[in-house]
C-alpha cells in the first residue's frame, strides 16, 4: 500500500509560480510517480512523471518549458514546481504512484495509487 498526500495548491495571478508537493508512505521503493490534473467538467489528464532515481522526466506538451518535476526519495517527496502559470492550468492536481518497477507514464491507468487532489486556481 501506498499512501499520497499533496499539498501546495492555492490562488495565484497569471504568470505566478507554485511549488506543489506529495508526501509518500508506504510501499515506495522504485516506484515511477506522476502529477496528473483534472478541470471541472474535464477529464484527468497528464501533467508530468518521473521514474525512481530522478534521472528520468516526461511532461506534456502543455507544461513543457513550464513545470518542472523532482523527487526526494530520502523524504519521500515528490514536487511540481509550477512557472508562468496561465488561466488554463487551474485544475485539481493529483499525485499518483507507479506500479512497482513500471517506465514512466502518462496514461492514468498505469498508476496504482492517487492522493486526494489539491486545488490549483489561475486568475487573469
Known amino acids: 500500500q501506498v499512501q499520497l498526500v499533496e499539498s501546495g495548491g492555492g490562488l495565484v495571478q497569471a504568470g505566478g509560480s507554485l511549488r506543489l508537493s506529495c508526501t509518500a508512505s508506504?510501499?515506495?521503493?522504485?516506484?515511477?510517480m506522476g502529477w496528473f490534473r483534472q478541470a471541472p467538467g474535464k477529464e484527468r489528464t497528464f501533467v508530468a512523471a518521473?521514474?525512481?532515481?530522478?534521472?528520468?522526466?516526461y511532461y506534456a506538451d502543455s507544461v513543457k518549458g513550464r513545470f518542472t518535476i523532482s523527487r526526494d526519495n530520502a523524504k519521500n517527496l515528490v514536487y511540481l514546481q509550477m512557472s508562468s502559470l496561465k488561466p488554463e492550468d487551474t485544475a485539481v492536481y493529483y499525485c499518483?504512484?507507479?506500479?512497482?518497477?513500471?517506465?514512466?507514464?502518462?496514461?492514468?491507468?498505469?498508476?496504482?495509487?492517487w492522493g486526494q487532489g489539491t486545488q490549483v486556481t489561475v486568475s487573469s
Open positions: 508506504g510501499r515506495t521503493f522504485g516506484r515511477s
Open positions: 518521473i521514474n525512481w532515481s530522478g534521472g528520468v522526466t
Open positions: 499518483a504512484a507507479a506500479t512497482q518497477g513500471a517506465t514512466t507514464s502518462r496514461y492514468p491507468s498505469n498508476y496504482d495509487y
